[in-house]
């Protein structure tokens, strides 16, 4: 038997991008992504309500896509890129998704919300106009107890709306 | 786009307040003060603090449903490197429970475990993987007891006794009042009614998993923050169990990640750890798994139910007899009181002149039941408005009609002498006749296709204190800083519902200012006064109008001061746009921090408080404490179905409803509540169960949980969820702040029985019970076709050997709201006047 507790052996050790900042970070081999950005990292917006893939609470992008971190092991994440809730805003002002969720009552408990925020910027990302029908499917791994999403689907629009309006002031 | 949402249309009256203002922030749809941190991910919940030197507590449960604890060996576990305690009942023997009349836990079980998941022993190490191995290496040897799976098993096996406690065998509480004499009722009736139902348990799943973090203070005082929705309760536990001055603790009750219901009892995992924090010196931290979550439960109990109803040919009601025969799982828990519950709102809709409820909860080895979002009432009115759907049929009167002949009227005392308060429930009926198209639908829609109708009414906040007080329920303290800031101080709780933001709401419309000028410090027993906790829908009425209160005593200490200076009469000063000016020369004033100044300059530090007590109930007769409230919401639901007769399938893709909430304070966040608890009771009426089976034989043949995990445990998904019309009635409820009613619960009553009716009005078969699964759906369809009646539902309601009821003659026949054979009715007024004693 080890005389030395598991968790402490921080045997295992990568080089990420955590929200754009260059990470490096020595844990435990076990660990999955949510354990390291949570309980190593200090980066507690990411919550979790099951560890095992069926709440959608940990959500994060990986490389832009949508994964469970709880289902992610730490080490598969060396050179990858990682967003979490804590990296959706920047120059001091929140992402358009954040304002319409905070506005619209897309957030009640708060504790999906984080999942279901980058989800959803997984969603506009690669489809700047979805359809009511594209979003429920986007978000339909993403247990909402509070809201009954409906609120969460008009966020999320009027958001991609937003989103086009800047576009378009950019562009000009 | 294929489902655009119609906007919610509140019809904001003219402020109804005396000095007749507009008002500014009350009714206006707005950001939540807590929004920017939820969205951000900064909201800190339970498991989001991590402190130096923070151990973690894991603890081992009972894989049997029912046994003898014969013998706890810890000593290899004690041994396992990084293990710095470990904890077992003898640690903790004092008995604790939410009602002072079921204090039947131990935080953990000392010498018998009565369900599956039932902690037996703790052990807190440095790192939770170590604590979680350690687990393994506890020896515990056990006798294996008889299972009790459910209430008619219950009733046939007095022994052994999960409680020593209780009726008698394995009854808990039995119940039975009579409200004159329904007999009469009935020989008064054209048509009698008899039906049977079985409303199933379900969980109230969170999506926070339940998380404590203890520690001791430099003082040696404790410190918890716990996801709970009742801090205070919580404080009377601790003090109780750890034998320590209340004093000496503190709760903090984070944001909770959900709760439902779920988070309102004290719970063994927060007593564990507050016990391990003060014996190791350092901070201690637990988070439940998934499946722990599911054995915490304290969820919907499992109902059966008998409606006998007389009725006169033109719908009148004669008169009402309920039976209810309650699974309560392991525990007491709110149990007394959500056995009452079943019997206690039944008269709030429709007028009822007599009324009998007979109810019956036995303890059975399953994980304790307790108060999920609607506490009780959801069963028995699942049954009454399915039944009335069966009554219009035979009366050949339309369901919505028959509802709007009977309906309650307003400021009346019922049969069981609770007085109500504004009842808008016609007009909600009306509206949600009218935006569904009703009439052109029900029975008009093609086989496969329908429309069900039903109401309900709900508590804005229960009348009395779980424990008996003359205190307030709610109390608010403000602190009014130079610099124009404004602190609230509040035991109110953050469960996600915006109490938050009731608070600052009503506090930044009296004084003029901002929401987002306000700071909240809410939740924590040592900064604010006692709220009894966010149970009962009852945080906007009751701390609202604490909050009111204190808000107003400081605006009156401003007036003084700023008439004062300004040499006009502090009647025509205005508190708004962060100004307090004369309401005839708005030019004429002084900005907010101003007036703070001149009021500190003349009356020392500025700090109010407010609190609030509900008024005296007319219902003196025992249990009568059960159901009283300051005032009444309705709701009405109109839900379209579809239903596949091939695959049983339910689809819903519309439901209309329309809520009587006196007056939406923050209509974003009522809607919210509105759509909330439509998306709950959807998933109530169609697919979640909390279900158990035994396992096989060979095994243990122990009753355990059969899915204890969010996969398995079937909810609605984003892609379930229909659109849903909301309609805000809006009848300011002079009982309420700015005129408010409750909202969190009651929308999800009326949407099972609806379900139920819609798909008889589809397809012509009656589910009598819920979850309305596609098998039950098969099964009646074959029955129909058979030729037999068209039904699934429960055959029959058990015998029971119910008590002698306390009879209570209604207000129209004299009573005075006393039972007149109560024996003991002097006795327990002796014992409740030296309780109430100050």
Partial sequence: ?172 | MAEQKEPVKPSRPEDSRPNGEGLRVIGVPRRRVDGRAKVTGQTRFADDIFLPRMAHCKLLRSPHPHARILKIDVSRAMAHPGVYLVLTGKDLPIQYGILPVSQDEQALCVDHVRHVGDPVAAVVAREELTAFEALDLIDVDYEILPTISDPEEALATPEPRIHEYGEEGNIHKQVALEFGDVEKGFAEADEIFEDTFFYQGSTHLPIEQHASVAIKDPDGKLTIWSSTQTPHYLHRALAKVLEMPPAHIRVIATPNGGGFGGKSDPFNHEIVVAKAALLLDRPVKICLTREEVFYCHRGRHPVLMKFKTGVKKDGTITGVHLQTLIDGGAYGSYGVASTYYAGALQTTTYHIPRYRYEGCRTFTNKPPCGPKRGHGTPQPRFGQEVQLDKIAEKLRIDPAELRLRIVESPNSVTANFLRLGTVNLTECIQRVVRISDWKSKFRKLREGRGVGLACSAYLTGAGLPIYWNKMPHSGVQLKFDRGGGVSVFCGATEIGQGSDDVLAGIVAEVLGIDPFDIRLFTGDTDLGPVDLGSYSSRVTLMAGNAALQAAERGKGLLAEAVALKLEIPKERLRFADKRVFDSTAPDKGVSFPEAICLAEARFGTIGTVGSYTPPKSPALYKGGGVGPSPTYSYSAAVVEVEVNPVTGWVHVPKVWIAHDIGRALNPTLVRGQVEGSVYMGLGEALMEEQEFRRLPKRLSHALVHKFPSMLEYKSPTSLDMPEVVTELVEDPDPRGPFGAKEVGQGPLLPIMPAVANAVYDAIGVRVDEVPITPEKILKALAEKKAGRQPRFGPAHFPTVKWPEPLRVPPPWEGGDGNAVNDVDREKRRATKEKVLAP
């Fill in chain 1, 1 to 172: 038997m080890a005389t030395f507790p598991i968790e402490s052996q921080k045997t295992a050790q990568i080089r990420f991008t955590l929200n754009g900042e260059e990470t490096d970070l020595s844990f435990a081999p076990y660990k999955t992504l949510l354990e390291v950005l949570r309980e190593d990292l200090g980066h507690t917006g990411t919550k979790h309500g099951c560890e095992l893939g069926e709440c959608g609470a940990c959500a994060v992008l990986l490389d832009g896509k949508p994964v469970l971190s709880c289902l992610v092991l730490a080490l598969e994440c060396n050179g990858r890129k990682v967003l979490t809730v804590e990296g959706l805003s920047g120059d001091g002002r929140l992402h358009p998704l954040q304002d319409a969720f905070a506005d619209l009552g897309a957030a009640q408990c708060g504790y999906c919300t984080p999942g279901i925020l980058v989800t959803a910027k997984a969603l506009l990302d690669a489809n700047p106009h979805p359809g009511r029908d594209q979003i429920r499917e986007a978000l339909s791994g993403n247990l909402c107890r509070c809201t009954g999403y409906l609120q969460i689907f008009e966020a999320v629009e009027a958001a991609m709306v937003k989103i086009a309006e800047n576009g378009k002031v950019s562009v000009e």
